[in-house]
C-alpha cells in the first residue's frame, strides 16, 4: 500500500489497514508518520476513539486531529476502529484493540515505529477500552506480547466504572445496555476496579505508566480517575499520575481548529508525558 503524502511537516499517511483476517469493515486502522524528525524515543502511538461503544471513526475530525497533532510532534501514530455496539456487545470490542494492537506490534517497524515502544490511549469510551484490553488477562492475551512492550498508557476523560455510569447518569442509563447488555454483574466486572481486584499485582495494567486526563467539567468521571488512580498506586507503578484541564467538558478536551493541529492542553500533556519515554 503505497502513503498519501501530507502537506504538513513532511508526514505519510495509511489507511483503512485490515488488522485482523476476517477483514471485517470495522477492524482497520490508520497510520500517520513523520518522515523526518521523528522522535528520537520512536515512540508509537496507538489511538482509540470514543462514541459511547456505539459510533464513532478513526477519521473524525478528532481521531484524524490527535494522529496530526502527535505527528508534527515526532510520533509515529496509529488510530484503530473496532465493531459497535449494537452489532457486537462486550467484551468483543476490548478483544477487537486486542487485535488491533497485536497487528501494530507485528508491523509498525514497517513504517518507522518501534513495536517495542508502543503507547495506548483514549478518549472516553476509547479511555475504557485501552485500558481495559492491557487489564483483562483474557484480552491482553490476545495481544501476544509482553507487557514491556506498551511503554505507557493514557485515559482521556475515560469511562473506567461502568455500573456507576450506568446508574448514575439518564445519558448512562441509555448507552451502558446496548454495549453490555442488563446485567448488574456483567457493568461491574467490566469496571476496572474490579480487573483490578481480581488479578492485583499481576495485573499488567499496575506495572504500566499511566496518565489519566480529565476535563474539568467530565460528569462523574474525575471521580472515576482518582480510583482508578489509587487502586493502580495500591497493586503496583507510583509511575502513575492525573491531569484536570481547565476551561474544558468531556466533549471539547480534544477540540481542534480547522486543518491545524490540535491546540487542546489535553494533548500538549500527552506529549510532556510521552517524552520521558
Known amino acids: 500500500m503505497r502513503p498519501t503524502k501530507l502537506p504538513f511537516q513532511h508526514a505519510s499517511r495509511w489507511q483503512d489497514i485490515f488488522y485482523s483476517s476476517d477483514r471485517h469493515r470495522q477492524k482497520t486502522l490508520d497510520i500517520m508518520a513523520p518522515t523526518v524528525s521523528a522522535k528520537a524515543n520512536n515512540v508509537t502511538c496507538i489511538y482509540i476513539h470514543g462514541g459511547s461503544w456505539q459510533c464513532g471513526d478513526k477519521q473524525s475530525v478528532v481521531s484524524s486531529g490527535i494522529l496530526r497533532a502527535m505527528c508534527q510532534r515526532g510520533y509515529t501514530s496509529a488510530s484503530l476502529n473496532y465493531r459497535l455496539s449494537p452489532e457486537v456487545v462486550h467484551p468483543m470490542h476490548a478483544l477487537d484493540i486486542a487485535q488491533g494492537i497485536k497487528w501494530v506490534h507485528n508491523n509498525i517497524s514497517h513504517y518507522g515505529g518501534d513495536p517495542d515502544k508502543l503507547v495506548v490511549m483514549g478518549h472516553s469510551a476509547g479511555a475504557h ?149
Open 129 to 277: 477500552l485501552a485500558l481495559y484490553s492491557v487489564a483483562e488477562a483474557t484480552v491482553f492475551r490476545e495481544m501476544d506480547l509482553q507487557s514491556s512492550s506498551i511503554r505507557a498508557l493514557i485515559g482521556i476523560s475515560g469511562v473506567y466504572n461502568i455500573a456507576r455510569m450506568a446508574n448514575v447518569t439518564f445519558y448512562g442509563s441509555l448507552v451502558i445496555p446496548p454495549a453490555f447488555g442488563n446485567r448488574a454483574d456483567t457493568w461491574r466486572l467490566a469496571s476496572l476496579l474490579s480487573v483490578l481486584a481480581k488479578y492485583g499485582d499481576i495485573c499488567p495494567l499496575v506495572q504500566i505508566p499511566t496518565l489519566l486526563i480529565n476535563a474539568k467539567d467530565d460528569f462523574h468521571l474525575q471521580k472515576d480517575s482518582e480510583e482508578l488512580l489509587q487502586w493502580i498506586r495500591k497493586y503496583g507503578t507510583s509511575h502513575c499520575r492525573s491531569e484536570v484541564i481547565d476551561q474544558c467538558n468531556h466533549f471539547s478536551i480534544l477540540h481542534q481548529q480547522e486543518e491545524k493541529a490540535i491546540s487542546s492542553a489535553a494533548i500538549d500533556k500527552v506529549a510532556s508525558f510521552l517524552d520521558n519515554f
